[in-house]
């Protein structure tokens, strides 16, 4: 199973950022996705989360109303939509797949990709 997450880079506070996870290797229609977020000296943390069929999204109190999680099943990729970025939210993220997540955290995620860096500005 690979996950490669990409799209991360500089902005400015109050800026957005689209970031994408392209999955090979495993069924990604059956899979519930997640992006989860590290910043430096700090614990990998969740962010947002998308059931498999894409119906359900599921978001850390922190980047609700900002971030949006979405998927493709026809193109095996997931996405987080980023907007009103602020220098706390940088961190470098990460993309994870499991089935049937009953609940979002990162020691229920079978899979994990390598991260992409997310940098604000203020």
């Known amino acids: 199973v690979q996950l490669q997450a990409s799209g991360g880079g500089l902005v400015q506070a109050g800026g957005s950022l689209r970031l994408s996870c392209a999955a090979s290797?495993?069924?990604?229609?059956?899979?519930?996705m997640g992006w989860f977020r590290q910043a430096p000296g700090k614990e990998r943390e969740f962010v947002a989360g998308?059931?498999?069929?894409?119906?359900?999204?599921y978001y850390a109190d922190s980047v609700k109303g900002r971030f949006t999680a979405s998927r493709d099943n026809a193109k095996n990729t997931v996405y987080l939509q980023m907007s009103s970025l602020k220098p706390e939210d940088a961190a470098v993220y990460f993309c994870?797949?499991?089935?049937?997540?009953?609940?979002?955290?990162?020691?229920?995620?079978?899979?994990w990709g390598k991260g992409t860096l997310v940098t604000v500005s203020s």
């Open positions: 994870a797949a499991d089935r049937y997540v009953s609940r979002w955290s990162r020691e229920n995620m079978a899979y």
């Open positions: 290797g495993l069924t990604f229609s059956s899979y519930d």
């Open positions: 998308i059931s498999w069929r894409g119906g359900t999204t």
